[in-house]
């Protein structure tokens, strides 16, 4: 009986260290299966085990993990033109009939006859009347639900996907990767913070106080005895440009130690980003994929990726990611 005891010990030890021995040489999973092998992918790699690695000159502590994510054009499309303005264009069309002064009032009179060049000719402040028309005026939570139920059923001019379907394939991968490796993961975006915050979550996997984006003032009232905050007609807070710092240090308190973009707007942001010091990952998206998507740069209005952007990311060794090269696939599966 011991020698068949022994025996079986034996068995059990050989087939535990030849499975040892075998997991060993496995290959992990790839973390970024839709990126092509590249310097892109490697950076992000490379910069991922620098930072988790205990004992490393560039070990980063969990709760200093901080990334930040532009989201326009950056983890989803933003042509013809930036959704959350199509979202207004079609809020517009929807108050049209309690509004019927808007027939004759710019912009709103050019929209209705569908003619956007010309209601947009009134450059920022035409903007900024379509917005506060459709965004103002209602609870969060009546605005929440407008938003939710647009994104249900509004579908892309062009593709005929749903919005929340023009979502990058590989930046999910990479918020997924971050996270994975005890990463926070912000979306800091010259969006509606409210326009953004009721999707993000299902999306993309970022929840809601993780989201830092422009907004509009709101006041606190008691409606038939129940307590609301109401969005009023007045700018609170632009989240661009020189304002990603800003909202950066005011809604997450950390400096980030990794930040992703993909135009002027966001300059600011990889910036600060950097001026931390230690080990850093800066990334641009650069949307050079006219056959699966749009391409675009210095002479866009929607998304602009300037020549003096692309020469501050070579100067500064920010990592400029190619669509065309570097990713396999474009767009998530649609559901």
Same mark, same amino acid.
């Given at each position: 009986?011991?020698?068949?005891?022994?025996?079986?010990?034996?068995?059990?030890?050989?087939?535990?260290?030849?499975?040892?021995?075998?997991?060993?040489?496995?290959?992990?999973?790839?973390?970024?299966?839709?990126?092509?092998?590249?310097?892109?992918?490697?950076?992000?790699?490379?910069? @991922?085990?620098?930072?988790?690695?205990?004992?490393? &000159? $560039?070990?980063?502590?969990?709760?200093?993990?901080?990334?930040?994510?532009?989201?326009?054009?950056?983890?989803?499309?933003?042509?013809? *033109? /930036?959704?959350?303005?199509? =979202?207004?264009?079609?809020?517009?069309?929807? #108050?049209?009939?309690?509004?019927?002064?808007?027939?004759?009032?710019?912009?709103?009179?050019?929209?209705?006859? %569908? $003619?956007?060049?010309?209601?947009?000719?009134? +450059?920022? !402040?035409?903007?900024?009347?379509?917005?506060?028309?459709?965004?103002?005026?209602?609870?969060?939570?009546? =605005?929440?639900?407008?938003?939710?139920?647009?994104?249900?059923?509004?579908?892309?001019?062009?593709?005929?996907?749903?919005?929340?379907?023009?979502?990058?394939?590989?930046?999910?991968? @990479?918020?997924? /990767?971050?996270?994975?490796?005890?990463? !926070?993961?912000?979306?800091?975006?010259?969006?509606?913070?409210?326009?953004?915050?009721?999707?993000?979550?299902?999306?993309?996997?970022?929840?809601?106080?993780?989201?830092?984006?422009?907004?509009? &003032?709101?006041? /606190?009232?008691?409606?038939?005895?129940?307590?609301?905050?109401?969005? #009023?007609?007045?700018?609170?807070?632009?989240?661009?440009?020189?304002?990603?710092? @800003?909202?950066?240090?005011?809604?997450?308190?950390?400096?980030?130690?990794?930040?992703?973009?993909?135009?002027?707007?966001?300059?600011? *942001?990889?910036?600060?980003?950097? +001026?931390? %010091?230690?080990?850093? #990952?800066? *990334?641009?998206?650069?949307?050079? $994929?006219?056959?699966?998507?749009?391409? /675009? %740069?210095? &002479?866009?209005?929607? +998304?602009?990726?300037?020549?003096?952007?692309?020469?501050?990311?070579?100067?500064?060794?920010?990592?400029?990611?190619?669509?065309?090269?570097?990713? !396999?696939?474009? =767009?998530?599966? *649609?559901?």
């Amino acid at each position: 009986m011991r020698s068949i005891f022994r025996h079986s010990l034996a068995g059990l030890a050989a087939a535990v260290l030849a499975f040892a021995a075998a997991t060993a040489h496995a290959q992990p999973a790839d973390p970024m299966p839709s990126w092509n092998d590249g310097p892109a992918k490697a950076r992000v790699l490379a910069f @991922v085990r620098a930072v988790t690695e205990r004992g490393g &000159k $560039d070990y980063v502590p969990p709760a200093e993990r901080i990334a930040t994510f532009d989201n326009d054009g950056t983890l989803w499309a933003e042509q013809p *033109m /930036y959704f959350q303005l199509l =979202f207004a264009l079609d809020r517009v069309k929807a #108050l049209a009939p309690r509004h019927p002064e808007w027939k004759t009032r710019e912009p709103f009179a050019s929209l209705l006859k %569908g $003619d956007l060049k010309g209601a947009l000719a009134g +450059g920022e !402040k035409a903007l900024l009347e379509i917005i506060m028309a459709t965004h103002a005026g209602m609870t969060t939570e009546e =605005f929440e639900k407008t938003v939710k139920d647009w994104l249900a059923t509004a579908k892309h001019p062009e593709t005929g996907r749903l919005y929340t379907e023009m979502v990058y394939q590989p930046m999910l991968e @990479v918020l997924a /990767y971050l996270r994975a490796n005890g990463f !926070k993961t912000f979306i800091v975006s010259g969006g509606g913070i409210e326009f953004m915050r009721p999707w993000t979550e299902k999306v993309y996997g970022v929840p809601p106080e993780q989201v830092v984006g422009s907004s509009i &003032k709101t006041k /606190y009232e008691m409606r038939n005895g129940k307590p609301v905050l109401v969005r #009023l007609p007045a700018i609170n807070f632009i989240d661009d440009k020189a304002g990603k710092p @800003v909202g950066i240090n005011s809604h997450i308190g950390r400096r980030p130690i990794a930040a992703f973009g993909n135009s002027d707007g966001d300059r600011q *942001m990889l910036e600060w980003t950097q +001026g931390g %010091g230690g080990a850093r #990952l800066l *990334m641009l998206v650069h949307h050079d $994929d006219a056959a699966r998507e749009w391409a /675009y %740069g210095p &002479k866009s209005k929607v +998304g602009t990726f300037s020549d003096s952007l692309m020469s501050e990311a070579n100067k500064q060794g920010w990592t400029v990611i190619s669509m065309k090269n570097d990713w !396999k696939a474009i =767009f998530a599966p *649609m559901k």
